[in-house]
């Protein structure tokens, strides 16, 4: 029992390294400005990220950017409503890999939608050494395996690392297909809870579209975002700070009460 716990354990903390990444720093930071991320922590992000899951910085944040200008359009990266909700994995990765190619050829319609981020794609996709973090996670998780005896727990420990496609097609999936419509955003973005609760409060996809800088994506009552309190504890520890604390305007606070009754 022991040792599954430990296993537990290990993949637990690795999907939350892996999500921590994506939704704190990725998304809510670099993407959007809703936080600021210490100076030294912003380098450390940019040039850690690729190693940790295997994902440009860069290139997601153009590749989100491009889904809030295209939600749910034709030229969304990844709306089902283009594809079918299993096939959006399959277009995420394809949108990710095109774009990446367009802003190391320094393409205008990529580089012009995050003229703000003054760095470039990492060195490792440049260099067509994007499977060196995926060997070194599997390195580490053989070395796990051996140290703790058992096959089991180097699984945990590479499955957790490696977990962002599922949870992006968990989001850009049944947050644009399954949930409720708080916000009439124009386009079919959805609250999902039980995709926000595996995915730091990110299967609020109608609210964050309704407020993209906003840091808190959960508005009403029974909705937990918490990532959300991950940045509550970063700020008090000094590492980032939270820009805005959007409040919903009384007109939206009208319209969640009239929808709640």
Excluded at 99 to 120: C, H, W
């Amino acid at each position: 029992m022991e040792y599954y716990l430990i296993c537990a354990l290990i993949f637990g903390v690795a999907y939350l390294v892996n999500a921590t990444y994506i939704s704190i720093f990725y998304h809510r930071g670099l993407t959007h400005s809703a936080i600021e991320l210490k100076p030294g922590l912003r380098k450390f992000v940019v040039a850690s990220g690729p190693w940790v899951m295997g994902i440009d910085a860069k290139t997601w944040c153009t590749m989100h950017r491009l889904h809030h200008r295209h939600s749910d359009k034709e030229s969304d990266p990844h709306s089902p409503l283009n594809s079918s909700i299993p096939r959006v994995i399959v277009e995420q990765l394809k949108s990710y890999e095109r774009i990446m190619r367009g802003l190391i050829a320094r393409k205008k319609q990529y580089t012009s939608e995050v003229p703000d981020l003054d760095f470039n794609v990492h060195w490792l996709y440049r260099n067509k050494l994007w499977w060196l973090p995926y060997a070194l996670h599997l390195a580490i998780s053989v070395g796990l395996s051996f140290a703790l005896g058992g096959w089991l727990v180097g699984l945990a420990f590479y499955s957790g690392m490696v977990t962002h496609p599922i949870q992006g097609w968990l989001v850009n999936s049944f947050g644009h297909s399954m949930g409720y419509q708080t916000f009439d955003n124009g386009d079919n973005s959805r609250n999902n809870n039980i995709v926000s609760w595996l995915v730091m409060g990110e299967g609020y996809q109608n609210n964050h579209h309704k407020h993209p800088r906003s840091p808190k994506f959960s508005y009403r009552w029974f909705e937990v975002d918490y990532g959300y309190r991950i940045c509550q504890a970063m700020q008090a520890l000094g590492m980032i700070t939270i820009e805005k604390d959007y409040l919903i305007r009384v007109v939206e606070r009208r319209e969640l009460e009239e929808r709640a009754a």
